[in-house]
């Protein structure tokens, strides 16, 4: 099976703080995304990645960055937090950019 | 652009009621097609997918057929449960878009009351 792990499942940072959210596949998918998921607005796309060292804007891209510095991690980095990204993070993966998404778990994460 | 539309909710249903959810799309081509289930407090699971014209995907008594005439890939259950309470969001592959490999619809939350 394939696994997708976000490195925490809670987390409550401060406003302005450097915050990274790791997200790890164990099953060499070449495609890996980062989403953010708000009552009444569904998941919204952050950042993608379809190769090791190559990164694409989604649709809310503003006040967030990637890293993918190897093919098994993707990650998402809130370059000083504010509370407006009090949110939940899921990151997924894909073998194709037609095949299905796996998802990890879900990061909840709390700016105060 | 490609887009998925899906029936707001929430839905409550009694235990062994029939569930629709209504999903439609719009696309170019023939994309394949998704129904993804997030239970409470965890991330989403693929439940079914199709990937041509006339294909039913199944999966713990969910179906869902992919009708190309109608652009629509409607999730039903002939006898929900309560652990069935959960939320059911209708993805379609976004191939040729550029905006990452799967667009979703906006979710319907479903409640089994016993």
């Known amino acids: 099976d394939v696994k997708v792990t976000q490195s925490s499942r809670y987390l409550v940072k401060r406003t302005g703080e450097k915050v990274f959210l790791e997200c790890v596949q164990d099953?060499?998918?070449?495609?890996m995304f980062w989403y953010r998921q708000d009552p009444g607005l569904g998941l919204r796309l952050i950042y993608f990645s379809y190769d090791v060292k190559m990164k694409e804007k989604g649709d809310i891209p503003e006040g967030y960055s990637v890293s993918r510095e190897k093919k098994e991690r993707f990650s998402l980095i809130l370059e000083s937090a504010s509370t407006n990204q009090t949110s939940m993070y899921l990151c997924a993966s894909s073998l194709s950019k037609q095949g299905e998404a796996f998802f990890g778990q879900g990061t909840r994460l709390t700016v105060v | 652009g490609n887009s998925v539309t899906q029936m707001e909710g929430p839905v409550t249903l009694s235990e062994e009621a029939f569930l629709t959810i209504n999903c439609t799309y719009t696309?170019?081509?023939?994309?394949?097609l998704f129904w993804y289930v997030q239970y409470p407090g965890e991330g989403l699971q693929l439940l079914l997918k199709a990937t041509k014209a006339d294909d039913k995907g199944s999966n713990k008594g969910f179906e869902a057929t992919y009708r190309k005439e109608t652009t629509s890939f409607h999730l039903e259950k002939g006898s929900v449960q309560v652990s069935d309470s959960a939320v059911y969001f209708c993805?379609?592959?976004?191939?040729?878009?550029?905006?990452?490999?799967?667009?979703f619809g906006k979710g319907t939350k479903l409640s089994v009351k016993p």
């Open positions: 099953m060499d998918h070449e495609n």
């Open positions: 696309a170019t081509g023939y994309p394949s």
């Open positions: 993805a379609l592959a976004n191939y040729g878009g550029s905006q990452g490999n799967l667009i």
